[in-house]
């Protein structure tokens, strides 16, 4: 795999990931209430703004305005904080990853690329 480009701190990005081994990250409405509260929290931190966004059984996308950085911290935090609560409630904490660790950033030059 190529290295990872720069993110831009101003960048527009869509960003996604899917679970790991493709399996289900979202099970219940209950747990997408909880990943887009996490999300919220992340998106006030760092300051972005959310263009739009889709949460799907195995994966989710987000496009993203950034405003001061903080994709990869924000990410990191939205994914480990959302697999640590699941993993609580579900009695598997220290069993794995919900969500790999990596996830895409696609720059957006346009509002044709969203």
Not at 93 to 114: A, K, N, S
């Given at each position: 795999m190529p290295p990872a480009s720069p993110i831009d701190p101003t960048g527009c990005y869509h960003v996604g990931t899917r679970g790991n081994y493709g399996?289900?990250?979202f099970r219940t409405p209950s747990?997408?209430?909880?990943?887009?509260?996490?999300?919220?929290?992340?998106?006030?931190?760092?300051?972005?703004?959310t263009l739009t966004w889709a949460l799907v059984l195995n994966h989710h996308h987000f496009v993203i305005q950034l405003t001061r950085g903080g994709l990869s911290d924000g990410m990191r935090e939205l994914h480990s904080g959302y697999s640590r609560r699941i993993h609580l409630i579900d009695g598997l904490?220290?069993?794995?990853?919900?969500?790999?660790?990596?996830?895409?950033?696609?720059?957006?030059?346009?509002?044709?690329?969203?």
């Open positions: 399996q289900p990250v747990e997408h209430e909880l990943f887009l509260r996490l999300y919220h929290r992340a998106a006030e931190k760092y300051g972005w703004v904490t220290g069993q794995g990853h919900i969500i790999p660790h990596r996830f895409f950033p696609w720059r957006l030059e346009t509002g044709e690329d969203v």
